[in-house]
């Protein structure tokens, strides 16, 4: 692949901070639902990942406008389907089977309607609409409950390409648009999903309104991406070094998930945004 010379956006080649950022995420997260002492936090793993994500498909998103002038939904779409579905199907159709073998018959009416709605990417709706306590220790978990997160992030990708399109229809100051636009739904959703956890705290966990903010602080690190070259390389290893820092620092701190994704979140995925 031909490296994209140009500083102002995302580079699309190996990057290996991000992968070892994804790694540390992983990581977090497989240490908490093992329960292993000293990693409280490990969950917010998964809102490390949604900025990461947030920050890829954007800076993707930006170069193809760039390049094409415009973004080709059809092959966007496309490209996300022969990505997620093959795997996706492939893992609920084993867990259906291995159900048929091993689940009580009672369960398995509650556990067909978990797999289709992971089948089409709304199993955080489902998950919000019956008030699942993702934390729970005294209830049975769905097998297919981390699937929450895809849900997530495949009902951001649905509307933040068309918001995109229509922030550069003009290609004046397109990545000021961009970064501008990411700015205002930043707000507005960590202001709701905060306005919400003490009135709903499964729909403020679960749901995209509540959750965008996450994947757009990501993006607003690909549409700044113009600014953020020209920081000191000094600089920006110090600020890399403390947004690992902060990652750690909630992995191994954090203890209230409840008041997740409000203002405690903010902590992480400016870690990572770092």
């Given at each position: 692949?031909?490296?994209?010379?140009?500083?102002?956006?995302a580079?699309?080649?190996?990057?290996?901070?991000i992968?070892?950022?994804?790694?540390?995420?992983?990581?977090l997260?497989?240490?908490?639902?093992?329960?292993?002492?000293?990693?409280?936090?490990?969950?917010?793993?998964?809102?490390?990942?949604?900025?990461?994500?947030?920050?890829?498909?954007t800076?993707?998103?930006?170069?193809?406008?760039?390049?094409?002038?415009?973004?080709?939904?059809?092959?966007?779409y496309?490209?996300?389907?022969?990505?997620?579905?093959?795997?996706?199907?492939?893992?609920?159709?084993?867990?259906?089977?291995?159900?048929?073998?091993?689940?009580?018959?009672?369960?398995?009416?509650?556990?067909?309607?978990?797999?289709?709605s992971?089948?089409?990417?709304?199993?955080?709706?489902?998950?919000?609409?019956?008030?699942?306590?993702?934390?729970a220790?005294?209830?049975?978990?769905?097998?297919?409950?981390?699937?929450?997160?895809?849900?997530?992030?495949?009902?951001?990708?649905?509307?933040?390409?068309?918001?995109?399109?229509?922030?550069?229809?003009?290609?004046?100051?397109?990545?000021?648009?961009?970064?501008v636009?990411?700015?205002?739904?930043?707000?507005?959703?960590?202001?709701?999903?905060?306005?919400?956890?003490?009135?709903?705290?499964?729909?403020?966990?679960?749901?995209?309104?509540?959750?965008?903010?996450?994947?757009?602080?990501?993006?607003?690190?690909?549409?700044?991406?113009?600014?953020?070259?020209?920081?000191?390389?000094?600089?920006?290893?110090i600020?890399?070094?403390?947004?690992?820092?902060?990652?750690?620092?909630?992995?191994?701190?954090?203890?209230?998930?409840?008041?997740?994704?409000?203002?405690?979140?903010?902590?992480?995925?400016?870690?990572?945004?770092?």
């Amino acid at each position: 692949m031909g490296k994209d010379k140009s500083p102002e956006l995302a580079s699309p080649q190996f990057r290996g901070d991000i992968q070892g950022l994804r790694g540390i995420a992983v990581g977090l997260v497989l240490l908490f639902h093992a329960s292993i002492p000293g990693f409280k936090g490990g969950f917010v793993g998964v809102d490390i990942f949604f900025v990461l994500s947030g920050y890829l498909i954007t800076g993707n998103l930006l170069r193809e406008i760039k390049h094409t002038g415009r973004i080709k939904f059809r092959e966007f779409y496309a490209r996300r389907i022969r990505r997620l579905l093959p795997a996706s199907l492939f893992v609920l159709l084993a867990t259906l089977a291995a159900a048929v073998i091993w689940f009580p018959p009672l369960l398995l009416p509650g556990l067909a309607v978990d797999v289709s709605s992971a089948g089409f990417y709304a199993s955080n709706i489902d998950f919000a609409i019956r008030a699942t306590d993702y934390f729970a220790a005294s209830t049975i978990p769905s097998p297919v409950l981390h699937f929450w997160s895809l849900g997530v992030e495949e009902q951001f990708y649905l509307f933040w390409p068309l918001l995109l399109a229509l922030a550069t229809i003009r290609k004046k100051d397109q990545v000021l648009k961009v970064f501008v636009l990411s700015l205002i739904i930043f707000a507005s959703s960590l202001a709701f999903a905060n306005w919400l956890l003490p009135k709903n705290q499964p729909w403020a966990f679960f749901s995209f309104p509540t959750r965008a903010w996450e994947l757009i602080l990501g993006a607003l690190l690909a549409s700044a991406a113009p600014w953020a070259v020209k920081l000191p390389r000094a600089m920006a290893a110090i600020t890399g070094f403390a947004g690992i820092g902060m990652v750690l620092y909630s992995g191994v701190t954090q203890s209230d998930p409840l008041k997740f994704p409000g203002f405690p979140a903010l902590t992480p995925t400016i870690g990572a945004f770092q």
